[in-house]
T-cell receptor
Framework: KNEVEQSPQNLTAQEGEFITINCSYS?????LHWLQQHPGGGIVSLFM???GKKKHGRLIATINIQEKHSSLHITASHPRDSAVYIC????????????FGKGTKLSVKP | DGGITQSPKYLFRKEGQNVTLSCEQN?????MYWYRQDPGQGLRLIYY???????QKGDIAEGYSVSREKKESFPLTVTSAQKNPTAFYLC???????????FGPGTRLTVL
């Protein structure tokens, strides 16, 4: 079974700052997911990536397969980015089931 | 609109009562999942189903039961055997064998 560690657990930033959230896992994977959970509880998928880098608007996700590490970056952060960001990877050997990190709670102050 | 619905958003029950949480999807996904979320913890898998009329226990299945009689529906029953049922419950679905999952809005269950 894979283990997923996220850091930091909590992050407070000023509007406009560059944000980095880290995720490391223990077992080789086919893909890694970054998810966003808003205060109301709903979860949306931000990225699914298996190599390199993906960008969507102000969000950038990178993964280093050899080091078993991924980062989520937010450029020019805004208060509406305040949410919990969750990293998830497949169970070892399973394509469908996921194991989740505990999440990073981001608060962006105006 | 395609998506996953969960109802109700908030649910209150007395201790000792069974309660059923609804999850419906119109994405034509084969696989469906139930997760529990507690403060400071990652989502934990309760049950999952890869196909109609079949389901498997996840990491924390004790005190819960599910059914999968229709592709669109995957209700979760929290039984009185569940020692600490107060939590946030999330349902998700995916194409079978693909790890990207789509989540419902969740149900917050409080047992009084």
């Amino acid at each position: 079974k894979n283990e997923v560690e996220q850091s930091p657990q909590n992050l407070t930033a000023q509007e406009g700052e560059f944000i980095t959230i880290n995720c490391s896992y223990s077992v080789g994977i086919s893909a890694l997911h970054w998810l966003q959970q808003h205060p109301g509880g709903g979860i949306v998928s931000l990225f699914m990536l298996s190599s390199g880098k993906k960008k969507h608007g102000r969000l950038i996700a990178t993964i280093n397969i050899q080091e078993k590490h991924s980062s989520l970056h937010i450029t020019a952060s805004h208060p509406r980015d305040s949410a919990v960001y969750i990293c998830a990877v497949p169970y070892g050997g399973s394509q469908g089931n996921l194991i989740f990190g505990k999440g990073t709670k981001l608060s962006v102050k105006p | 609109d395609g998506g996953i619905t969960q109802s109700p958003k908030y649910l209150f029950r007395k201790e000792g009562q069974n309660v059923t949480l609804s999850c419906e999807q119109n994405l034509n996904h084969d696989a469906m999942y139930w997760y529990r979320q507690d403060p400071g913890q990652g989502l934990r898998l309760i049950y999952y189903s890869q196909i109609v009329n079949d389901f498997q226990k996840g990491d924390i299945a004790e005190g819960y039961s599910v059914s999968r009689e229709k592709k669109e529906s995957f209700p979760l029953t929290v039984t009185s055997a569940q020692k600490n049922p107060t939590a946030f419950y999330l349902c998700a679905s995916s194409i079978a064998g693909i790890s990207e999952q789509f989540f419902g809005p969740g149900t917050r269950l409080t047992v009084l």
